[in-house]
């Protein structure tokens, strides 16, 4: 499956943005999707998970109050709606697919990856 990210930018601390990663090439609702991030010099970190019908949703800590992740199998989307953003949420991105059988929040259990879409938030 192919995975392309975008509605990243630059963003006030406090404010809003939304991603979205379109996916193509593979029957969308197979596949258990996620979102990571990545700042230079660290490891790529789990932010949210999906299960492929949108009935189960999984965050980091970091996170969890503040973004929401949805799907939309019928546009084969997944989104990443991002809240009262902090400047530590400056990062790449990512969004990611493994097939439906399980779930996780392990970067390694993810075989698909989109490019990456840069979320800067100032203070």
């Known amino acids: 499956v192919q995975l392309q990210a975008s509605g990243g930018g630059l963003v006030q601390a406090g404010g809003s943005l939304r991603l979205s990663c379109a996916a193509s090439?593979?029957?969308?609702?197979?596949?258990?999707m996620a979102w990571f991030r990545q700042t230079p010099g660290k490891e790529r970190e789990f932010v949210a998970s999906?299960?492929?019908?949108?009935?189960?949703?999984y965050y980091a800590d970091s996170v969890k109050g503040r973004f929401t992740i949805s799907r939309d199998n019928a546009k084969n989307t997944v989104y990443l709606q991002m809240n009262s953003l902090k400047p530590e949420d400056t990062a790449v991105y990512y969004c990611?697919?493994?097939?439906?059988?399980?779930?996780?929040?392990?970067?390694?259990?993810?075989?698909?990856w989109g490019q990456g879409t840069q979320v800067t938030v100032s203070s």
């Open positions: 990611a697919a493994k097939h439906r059988l399980s779930q996780s929040t392990l970067r390694g259990s993810y075989d698909y």
């Open positions: 999906i299960i492929w019908s949108g009935g189960s949703t």
């Open positions: 090439g593979r029957t969308f609702s197979n596949y258990n």
